[in-house]
């Protein structure tokens, strides 16, 4: 692997798998690692990794399990939570990085909260968008009715047939679904230039159909004491408030909660910048 000090596109070998991967800045900066959620890809932190490796992080956003080539398993059961924990931490060891940054979204945020609360000797700072922590969406999914309804797309995606549905027409349902989500073309584009291959997409869908068979759940998540961010956009169509707002409850360190007003889901798509400037921040408040 190179070690780049500008942004450029590499190949990391970690968990017995190959991870396509952008990394920035220099190889001795404090480690950032960006996790993507879905439907997207490592396309979704561009702006942030450019910032980061131009303020002396080493960032690095990976395409994740199922979405790189080379880290394709076959079956359900290669996609459980503890698996993609367990990437993330290897690929953070291949970075060299004991301790990093982690910021993610949507699932990706998913798995920054278990990192964060299930290893928090490997974390210096957690920043999460568009993904409560786990035991408080599960609290909502009990609590507030309009949550089960937002999440209608997890029992959907369990149908073998959930995959084949979303790329009928040129992948319509899956360009419609972030268009309406304010996603800018280019960048759905982006993501379909990936997600538009039925063995990439249907791997992202194995997310979502080995929850129930992993050992980490979410309604068992311990509290997080780590330095924490959260941020939601309050147009947030996945996300109720009863979630965003009881995270709290389940942070016991240093913790920022920042509502996006007007922003929706992709907050990194639709409002380019704007999270980009707190995620500076953030850490810079919290080093290494």
């Known amino acids: 692997m190179t070690e780049p000090t500008s942004r450029s596109t590499t190949s990391i070998e970690a968990n017995g798998l190959e991870f396509t991967a952008d990394l920035a800045g220099p190889a001795d900066g404090a480690a950032v690692l960006l996790l993507h959620g879905f439907p997207q890809t490592r396309h979704t932190w561009r702006a942030e990794l450019e910032a980061l490796g131009a303020a002396g992080?080493?960032?690095c956003a990976p395409d994740q399990?199922?979405?790189?080539?080379?880290?394709?398993?076959?079956?359900?059961?290669?996609?459980?939570t503890e698996l993609l924990v367990a990437d993330a931490l290897a690929i953070a060891d291949s970075l060299g990085a004991d301790r990093f940054h982690i910021v993610g979204h949507d699932w990706g945020g998913a798995l920054a909260w278990f990192i964060a609360a299930h290893y928090p000797e490997r974390v210096i700072s957690v920043t999460v968008i568009s993904r409560p922590h786990p035991a408080a969406f599960m609290l909502a999914m009990r609590d507030d009715p309009g949550q089960p309804h937002r999440s209608r797309h997890h029992p959907a995606f369990q149908r073998p047939e959930a995959t084949d549905a979303l790329l009928v027409e040129n992948a319509g349902p899956l360009r419609?679904?972030?268009?309406?989500?304010?996603?800018?073309?280019?960048?759905?584009?982006?993501?379909?230039?990936?997600?538009?291959?039925?063995d990439a997409l249907d791997s992202a869908v194995n997310w979502y159909r080995a929850m129930g068979q992993s050992s980490i759940q979410s309604a068992d998540a311990p509290a997080i004491d780590v330095p924490t961010m959260f941020v939601w956009g309050n147009e947030d169509a996945t996300v109720g408030r009863m979630a965003a707002e009881n995270t709290a409850d389940f942070v016991t360190g240093p913790y920022c909660f920042t509502e996006l007003r007007g922003v929706n889901h992709f907050v990194t798509d639709e409002a380019p910048g704007v999270f980009t400037e707190l995620l500076l921040d953030h850490i810079a408040e919290h080093p290494a």
């Open 57 to 59: 992080y080493r960032a």
């Open 176 to 198: 419609r679904a972030m268009a309406r989500n304010a996603v800018p073309e280019a960048d759905i584009d982006a993501y379909l230039a990936t997600l538009g291959d039925r």
């Open 65 to 80: 399990r199922g979405y790189s080539a080379g880290a394709r398993p076959k079956g359900i059961d290669n996609y459980r």
